[in-house]
Every structure is written in C-alpha cells, then in structure tokens.
C-alpha cells in the first residue's frame, strides 16, 4: 500500500475550506423572506401518449428562517400530442426546505395541487387533485435578486403512472427580507 504525503493528503480539505471561506453568506440571522419568482419551462404529461408543451407560473414564498418556509404557486401548462391539445391550470401550497446560507440555495418542496384540465387529452377536462414534489436551486445574484433552475414532478390522484406530470424550468426571483431596519 503506497501512502501519499501528509500535504497531498490534506490538500481537498484545504481547497475545499478556502472556498467555503470565500463564499459570502446569502444573508445573515435567520430573519424572514418573502419570495416571488416567475417561472418558464417545459411541461410534458405521459398516459399512454406523452404530450410535450410549455410551462409558465408564478411561486410565492414566505421563509421563516435559513432552512423552513412555505410556498405558494400558480401554473399555465399548454400541451400538444398527435391531432390532440389540452391546458392545465395548476394552484398549489404547501413546504419548503431550501439551504439558504450561500450563494447558492437548493430546495426541495411538497405540495397538494389542485389541476383544472381544459380541451382533450391528457387526465380529461375537469378538476383534479395530485400532489407536487420539486426540487432545483437558485443563485443569488445579490440580496435581493436571484436565478435559477428547478424541476416539479407532478402526480395525479388516480394515475398510475409516475410521473404522470413533469415540468423543468428557468427561474428569475425577487426577496424581501424582513428585519430591523437599523441592524448592522
């Protein structure tokens, strides 16, 4: 067994200190934000055809702390197959765990969501109930502005499919941070 010098074994965990060190915080004290980010993507439904289109919404956020929040968010999904089309409307609540201490901010979500299928194709026109999960990340461009890129896997009461819903998107997020004023 062949041993590498103590320096080339310590030489990751210092590069990877000395990045850490570097990244400046995303904010400090765990005080409270409030998010909205505008959405644009791909959505694509599978049954036994798979259905390709376009995907737009909009995600409100209130966190209460660095890691915990909940989300809100509404959705336009437009979908085209062989000589069928239909349009969803999605409106979804529920929780989020994001990492909010870099520049850089993964997050995961869960959230019931109501569907409202119009034209045919698809679930079929009407009212349905499923459960979004997503996950992504965002980059702050400063305290306040952020892009970023995530991806929902949609699951629809009665399907059986998984997913049966998918949507990939680009984000752009504005934050407010609440706090006092006059902190340092």
């Given at each position: 067994?062949?041993?590498?010098?103590?320096?080339?074994?310590?030489?990751?965990?210092?590069?990877?200190?000395?990045?850490?060190?570097?990244?400046?915080?995303?904010?400090?004290?765990?005080?409270?934000?409030?998010?909205?980010?505008?959405?644009?993507?791909?959505?694509?439904?599978?049954?036994?055809?798979?259905?390709?289109?376009?995907?737009?919404?909009?995600?409100?956020?209130?966190?209460?702390?660095?890691?915990?929040?909940?989300?809100?968010?509404?959705?336009?999904?437009?979908?085209?197959?062989?000589?069928?089309?239909?349009?969803?409307?999605?409106?979804?609540?529920?929780?989020?765990?994001?990492?909010?201490?870099?520049?850089?901010?993964?997050?995961?979500?869960?959230s019931?969501?109501?569907?409202?299928?119009?034209?045919?194709?698809?679930?079929?026109?009407?009212?349905?109930?499923?459960?979004?999960?997503?996950?992504?990340f965002?980059?702050?461009?400063?305290?306040?502005?952020?892009?970023?890129?995530?991806?929902?896997?949609?699951?629809?009461?009665?399907?059986?499919?998984?997913?049966?819903?998918?949507?990939?998107?680009v984000?752009?997020?504005?934050?407010?941070?609440?706090?006092d004023?006059?902190?340092p």
């Amino acid at each position: 067994m062949s041993r590498r010098p103590l320096a080339a074994r310590l030489l990751p965990l210092l590069a990877g200190c000395l990045a850490l060190g570097f990244a400046a915080p995303a904010r400090a004290l765990d005080e409270p934000v409030l998010r909205l980010d505008a959405e644009v993507g791909y959505a694509g439904y599978a049954d036994e055809r798979r259905y390709h289109g376009m995907f737009a919404g909009a995600d409100a956020g209130f966190t209460f702390n660095d890691f915990w929040g909940l989300r809100a968010g509404y959705g336009f999904g437009l979908h085209r197959g062989k000589s069928r089309a239909f349009e969803t409307h999605q409106l979804g609540a529920g929780l989020r765990y994001q990492f909010d201490v870099f520049h850089y901010v993964p997050w995961l979500d869960i959230s019931p969501t109501l569907y409202v299928v119009s034209g045919d194709g698809g679930p079929g026109a009407g009212s349905h109930f499923g459960v979004a999960a997503g996950l992504g990340f965002d980059r702050l461009l400063d305290p306040r502005w952020s892009i970023g890129a995530g991806a929902r896997y949609h699951q629809l009461f009665g399907q059986e499919r998984f997913p049966a819903y998918l949507t990939v998107v680009v984000r752009l997020g504005h934050r407010w941070t609440f706090g006092d004023p006059f902190a340092p």
